[in-house]
C-alpha cells in the first residue's frame, strides 16, 4: 500500500497538480459560487484519476483500487481530514475509473481522415453554394 500512495503522490508532484488546482480556482473564481464548487471537484477527480493511472502503471490496477479501499477505510475511523490527500473523496468514481474496462477512442489516423474528408467535402460545396448565392441577388 506504503509504495502506491508513493507512486500516486509522485504522479501528484510531477503534473504539478497543486499549481494546476490554483489556476482552476482563480479561472472560476468569477463563476457563481455553486458552479465553481462543481468545476473544482470534478478538476480535483481527474487529477486523483490521472494520479490512479499513473499508480497503476507500475503495479496492478485491482492493487491501487485495494489501496484506495483501505485508505478509504481507515479515513473513515476518525483519521484528522487532511491527514491523507490520497482518497479525499470521490472514492467510488476512482475506483471505476480504474477497473473499467478502457474506452475505446478514435486513434489519431481516423480522426485525420476524418477531418481530411469534412474538409474536402467543404471544398467541394463551397463554389456551388457562391454561384447560388450571387445568382439568387
Not at 90 to 110: D, S, V
Request: proline share 5%; hydrophobic share 45%.
Amino acid at each position: 500500500d506504503i509504495q502506491c500512495i508513493i507512486d500516486h503522490e509522485h504522479a501528484h508532484q510531477s503534473r504539478a497538480d497543486n499549481f494546476r488546482q490554483l489556476l482552476t480556482k482563480l479561472f472560476c473564481a468569477p463563476l457563481p459560487a455553486h458552479w465553481m464548487k462543481h468545476a473544482c471537484s470534478d478538476h480535483t477527480l481527474f487529477c486523483e484519476q490521472a494520479c490512479d493511472l499513473a499508480a497503476s502503471y507500475s503495479r496492478p490496477s485491482d492493487e491501487v483500487a485495494a489501496t484506495l479501499l483501505n485508505v478509504a477505510r481507515l479515513q473513515q475511523q476518525n483519521i484528522p481530514v487532511g491527514a491523507s490527500a490520497f482518497s479525499a473523496s470521490h472514492t467510488e468514481q476512482r475506483i471505476h475509473a480504474l477497473l473499467a474496462p478502457p474506452k475505446q477512442t478514435l486513434g489519431r489516423a481516423t480522426l485525420l481522415g476524418f477531418s481530411c474528408a469534412i474538409l474536402l467535402a467543404l471544398t467541394l460545396v463551397i463554389e456551388p453554394l457562391h454561384w447560388l448565392l450571387e445568382h439568387l441577388h
